[in-house]
């Protein structure tokens, strides 16, 4: 008794608040989506006011999550953002369109017109009540005469009227109970085929960074210490030659040979640093950056402010993406500084290379090899790659991955 009771004065205070901010919400968002759809031959401001929709529309509808949340005492998922893989400008319109027609945003669009219907019906069912048993005790409605009226009259019909009002409250606060999670949330099966489709993307990203990994040590060893050895071997060879005839020039080539080996050595240990440094499995991200910084041509400051170690995983992402993005400053940006600042979020670690540099960078097809194979490695571990790099400069890369500490 006391759980309908407490359900009643929920679904009450929901319908009073549907048909009051049901128009609003309503109208707000037939306005805007009605209008930027007419203005889109005016390219800019069809597609700006339909960028305006699409985040009001999502504030609207956290609301309602929430509000329904505390309301009905249930668990709402918030269904996932679904996220265009263009970049740039282009990327910018196609996730405007993305985010207008989604079924997400019309399924939270029919759950305003659901609250809006019920709101009012609460309220006209409201009114009509008090109107029907006030006139009923005066012997009047709307200037007619009732043939039976009197206080006794007026009780009954109030009663009656009561009646009919908390029926309507019980269906409609269940019906919007049981269509609130299906209409502003995700379904165990979508959010189910949601994850499936992130971890293909995450295996995808992994099997392409692999690939552009092997690539990379391939030509590494093909193009700098193969040539060495090579040349090592040649030179070793020549002073075999000369032990005899020439002991003073085959002391010369083995010297030369013994020079030639320590480069080759440091070369292998810089290819195996790329791999997997040994300082970064030691000391952690701080000790490690600040070596790859030391490496770069353009004078760099590392922050790293991590209250506890992140895992493995994350440490090597954030790792690697940090090189590879601070090879591309030394390579491209002629920029004059460059930061890095590792911290963590709520829900992993977040890192940022900034540069003032000519700008220019982009991810996706022309931003280059070294940033595609970062973006596949940030990818392969769930995490996300943004880069603003307007012509001119500056350039600011933000790579966030998930962890938990």
């Not at 990994?213 to 193969?226: C, F, P, S, T």
């Not at 596949?376 to 998930?402: C, I, Q």
Request: with cysteine; charged share 15%.
């Amino acid at each position: 008794m006391k759980r309908t009771l407490l359900f009643l004065w929920c679904a009450a205070a929901d319908l009073a608040l549907d048909g009051l901010l049901g128009i609003l919400w309503f109208t707000v968002l037939i306005a805007m989506v009605s209008t930027g759809i007419s203005l889109l031959p005016a390219f800019g401001i069809g597609i700006a006011l339909l960028w305006i929709t699409a985040y009001a529309a999502r504030g609207i509808f956290f609301v309602e999550r929430q509000r329904a949340q505390a309301l009905y005492d249930i668990r709402i998922t918030p269904p996932t953002r679904k996220r265009t893989t263009a970049q740039g400008f282009g990327g910018w319109i196609a996730q405007v369109f993305l985010d207008v027609f989604s079924g997400t945003f019309w399924k939270g669009f029919l759950h305003t017109l659901l609250s809006l219907v019920l709101g009012t019906v609460f309220w006209v069912l409201l009114q009509s009540s008090f109107s029907i048993v006030a006139g009923l005790q005066r012997g009047s409605l709307d200037g007619l005469s009732l043939p039976f009226s009197g206080p006794l009259v007026a009780v009954v019909a109030g009663v009656l009227a009561l009646a009919v009002v908390l029926l309507y409250i019980y269906g409609a606060g269940s019906l919007d109970r049981l269509l609130a999670p299906a209409l502003l949330g995700t379904s165990r099966t979508a959010a189910l085929e949601q994850r499936v489709d992130v971890l293909q993307d995450a295996r995808q990203g992994a099997v392409d960074a692999a690939s552009i990994e092997r690539q990379r040590i391939e030509r590494d060893l093909h193009d700098g210490v193969q040539p060495r050895l090579v040349a090592i071997a040649m030179t070793l060879g020549m002073a075999q030659g000369k032990l005899d005839s020439d002991p003073a020039g085959a002391r010369a080539l083995i010297d030369e040979a013994h020079r030639e080996t320590k480069e080759s050595i440091t070369e292998l240990r810089h290819l195996a640093r790329g791999i997997h440094p040994a300082v970064l499995t030691d000391r952690g991200l701080d000790a490690a950056l600040s070596a790859v910084a030391s490496y770069c041509t353009v004078p760099t400051t590392v922050r790293v402010d991590l209250p506890t170690r992140p895992s493995a995983e994350t440490e090597a992402v954030i790792y690697f993406a940090v090189s590879e993005a601070l090879t591309n400053v030394s390579k491209h940006s002629r920029a004059g500084t460059c930061s890095v600042g590792v911290t963590q979020t709520p829900n992993g670690v977040r890192a940022v290379v900034f540069d003032d540099g000519v700008g220019g960078a982009e991810l996706g097809r022309g931003g280059g090899v070294g940033l595609a194979g970062l973006a596949d490695r940030v990818r392969s571990a769930g995490g996300s790659v943004a880069v603003h790099s307007p012509a001119g400069g500056p350039t600011v890369l933000t790579v966030e991955v998930p962890c938990a500490f």
